[in-house]
């Protein structure tokens, strides 16, 4: 959910899927950003997620997400799992830091045509 909105937000594209490296599968999640509004929903977990940046809320975990910006990376903190993150957003990857997790995480996105 996190590498979606945040590729969705920093790079203005709607996603609409992505490939996770970390589990070798295609995660059927989509996400959109208009404005300082994100949007999503995580098909696997059939949940949504968004809000008004700087906070989205996740509705699997019923808890709420920051997501900074800073250019081309974001940063925030999951309440749901107690955890901090950084990303890193290219033209079609969104590598992940889980710093609770102590692990990078990579997702291939997949663009609405």
């Keep these: 959910m ?3 909105a945040a590729f969705a937000v920093i790079t ?6 992505m490939h996770d490296h970390a589990s070798g599968i ?5 996400a959109e ?4 509004q994100v949007q999503g929903f995580d098909g696997d ?3 949504r997620f968004g809000g008004t940046l700087p906070e989205m809320f996740d509705s699997g975990d019923e808890a709420f997400v920051s997501l900074e910006i800073d250019g081309m990376k974001a940063s925030g ?6 955890s901090a993150y950084t990303a890193e957003v ?3 990857r969104v590598q992940l830091y889980d710093h609770g ?8 996105i997949q663009l609405v045509e």
């Design 12 to 17: 203005g594209k709607k996603v609409a899927g």
């Design 33 to 36: 950003c208009r404005g300082r």
């Design 26 to 30: 295609d995660r059927r999640i989509a």
């Design 77 to 82: 903190y999951d309440r749901g799992s107690s």
């Design 45 to 47: 977990r059939s949940a």
């Design 2 to 4: 996190i590498a979606a």
């Design 101 to 108: 997790e102590a692990a990078w995480f990579v997702f291939d």
């Design 90 to 92: 290219s033209a079609d």
